[in-house]
């Protein structure tokens, strides 16, 4: 077994010892909490290094001119006070960077005088790099490979002197494509490992609305294999529909697309999208322009059928507006979002994506895993996405998103990104939650899947919620009115700076916390409990909480197919 699905922690330890250039988007954080850094010293937050970028002053120390470094030049520039580092085949003078660089001076030294490509890798490859530090670049490393990064590279002449916010024009590289074959053999596999079978499409309608069906392959629930999800398009003219499906067959990354010209106009948003993980049946309704009964669902574009192994996903961005915003407590909220253009996603269970937004030339960017507007109206358009947002005082994306005005435009969202399977959760009859802070964002969803199951197989979802203070819980009014709806449905917050009238429990993670969540018969030892019921764990928050409560998790022995770690 490669790696254990279960536990990000591990997969991502992993992950990097095998494939250090690979980037692990699934060991982003997922809550929008800030990660295990170090405290910056006042006037050192990402805000003030954009200043300093945007000052005029030359952060290259070169005189801004760009030039190929040989290896033997980067390697003398090791000194904290004159640090270049490579990363990706461009080398940057990080000198200045030092006092902002958020693991700390030590941190970054680590990489000074060299390539640190493979180290920056193995600590965040989701950091936006040429963004942060393009004012600090002195040129391509002689040799070096230049790659791709999580945008297309911008050209040095661009990134230099470019202006600020604008596109890159280096194209990406080419998709692996396999054309749609209509007797369903693909007729290029080269590139592409697994051989997918192009999905059958299949349609049905009543007089006012249009349902297209995509039987894409089944997705077993083993180890690698990732849910699918669903990207819906509508062109303006509302014919020319596009639904990509991507972990074709659990296969990571693996997109189908069809494309097809309809018959007649439909409305947007599409009015739902279906995804069932198992059959790999996708089914997406649309409401027809007009009533009137069709005689064909129309045709097939032809860019229709492609498969491909994509290679693009990661600098796909599209632009959303506010819509509407909520406060929920004294520095957090509920955000609504629109995509801006005729675009839509389905998000997986447990899966987050990036929000970036470009702030004074720079591209910031953070995690965000999508809620649902409340727990008591879970459904919503196809086409908005739910935030739950904390400001933080130095988070220069937290603080713009909690700035918003309704309809401001500037955010992009990325595609979904995750490696988490909701089916782990179908064998289990009690499902324990610990979350801490933001990192009770993945489990809004987890819980709402978990009590909708029709099968009733869950018998308990119970939640330990982490918090400094009272006034810091999140929709603690939610949680409080769903267990008096559900009484499957348990929740116990915990706090650690909590006011002398707090009658709960104080404190921080520890081993008793958790028992409680399993043992309810006094005497009972904690593998007797696991073997009495089912138990599946889940845990997020801040990285520290989440490193400590998996430690606990495993020296009281919960095997580690029977946890999950949103990493935050
Ligand atoms: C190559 C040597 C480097 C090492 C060993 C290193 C190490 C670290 C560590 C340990 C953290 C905190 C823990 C974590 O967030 O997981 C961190 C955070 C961070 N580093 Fe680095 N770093 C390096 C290079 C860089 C460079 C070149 C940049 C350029 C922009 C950078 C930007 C950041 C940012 C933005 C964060 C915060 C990440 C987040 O909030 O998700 N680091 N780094």
Redesign the pocket.
């Known amino acids: 077994m490669p790696w254990c699905n279960c536990c990000c922690l591990g997969r991502r330890r992993q992950q990097q010892q095998q494939h250090p250039d690979d980037s692990a988007p699934s060991a982003?954080?997922p809550s929008g909490n800030?990660?295990?850094?170090?405290a910056l010293r006042p006037g050192h937050s990402?805000m003030d290094w954009i200043r300093l970028g945007n000052s005029g002053k030359d952060l290259t120390g070169v005189g801004g001119v760009p030039r190929d470094v040989p290896a033997s030049e980067l390697a003398k520039h090791n000194r904290q006070d004159d640090a270049w580092?490579a990363?990706k085949g461009r080398v940057?003078n990080?000198t200045h960077?030092m006092d902002f660089?958020?693991?700390?001076v030590e941190?970054?030294m680590?990489?000074v005088g060299k390539d640190?490509t493979s180290?920056?890798n193995q600590?965040?490859a989701?950091?936006?790099?040429e963004s942060?530090?393009q004012k600090c670049m002195v040129g391509p490393l002689r040799g070096g490979l230049l790659f791709s990064a999580s945008k297309p590279m911008q050209p040095l002449t661009q990134l230099l002197f470019g202006k600020k916010g604008e596109k890159a024009d280096m194209p990406p590289p080419p998709a692996k494509a396999i054309e749609y074959n209509p007797s369903g053999t693909p007729s290029l596999s080269s590139a592409v490992a697994p051989k997918p079978s192009n999905p059958r499409l299949d349609w049905f309608q009543q007089l006012g609305a249009v349902t297209l069906v995509l039987y894409a392959r089944q997705v077993s629930r083993i180890p690698g294999k990732l849910p699918p999800w669903v990207r819906v398009t509508l062109d303006d003219g509302g014919t020319k529909v596009s639904i990509l499906v991507c972990n074709v067959g659990g296969e990571p990354g693996l997109t189908y697309e069809a494309r097809l010209e309809l018959s007649a106009p439909v409305m947007w948003p599409c009015t739902a999208v279906r995804v069932h993980p198992d059959s790999g049946k996708v089914e997406v309704t649309f409401k027809k322009a007009t009533d009137v009964i069709w005689k064909t669902f129309g045709i097939p574009d032809e860019a229709h059928g492609v498969i491909s192994q994509d290679v693009q996903a990661e600098s796909e961005f599209w632009p959303v507006h506010l819509v509407e915003e909520t406060q929920v407590n004294h520095n957090s909220k509920v955000l609504q979002f629109k995509f801006s253009t005729r675009v839509c996603f389905t998000v997986p269970v447990g899966h987050h994506f990036r929000v970036q937004k470009d702030i004074q030339g720079v591209i910031v960017a953070?995690s965000y895993t999508p809620i649902v507007p409340s727990l008591k109206s879970y459904l919503y358009d196809c086409d908005s996405i739910y935030l739950m947002v904390k400001s933080y005082p130095d988070g220069a994306l937290s603080s713009a998103l909690c700035n918003l005005e309704i309809e401001q435009k500037g955010f992009e969202v990325s595609r979904p990104v995750g490696n988490f399977d909701a089916r782990c959760l179908s064998d289990a009859s009690r499902l324990c939650l610990i979350a801490a802070g933001t990192g009770i964002t993945p489990m809004v969803r987890v819980i709402l899947h978990v009590l909708a199951d029709s099968r009733k197989y869950c018998k308990l979802v119970k939640l330990a919620f982490f918090n400094k203070t009272e006034k810091d819980i999140l929709w603690k009014e939610q949680f409080s009115s769903l267990s008096q709806e559900d009484e499957r449905f348990h929740v116990q917050h915990i706090l650690s700076e909590a006011s002398d009238d707090w009658s709960g429990t104080r404190g921080r993670i520890r081993t008793d916390i958790i028992e409680s969540l399993l043992i309810e018969k006094e005497g009972l030892s904690v593998t007797d409990a696991l073997k009495q019921e089912p138990t599946f764990f889940c845990v997020c928050g801040p990285?520290p909480f989440t490193e400590t409560t998996k430690r606990l998790l495993d020296e009281i022995k919960v095997p580690k197919s029977q946890y999950h770690c949103f990493l935050g």
């Not at 660089?101 to 700390?104: A, E, K, M, V, W």
């Open positions: 982003t954080a800030p990660r295990n850094k170090v990402l580092l990363v940057y990080v960077y660089h958020p693991g700390g941190e970054l680590r990489g640190a180290l920056f600590v965040h989701w950091v936006n790099y942060i530090l953070r990285t």
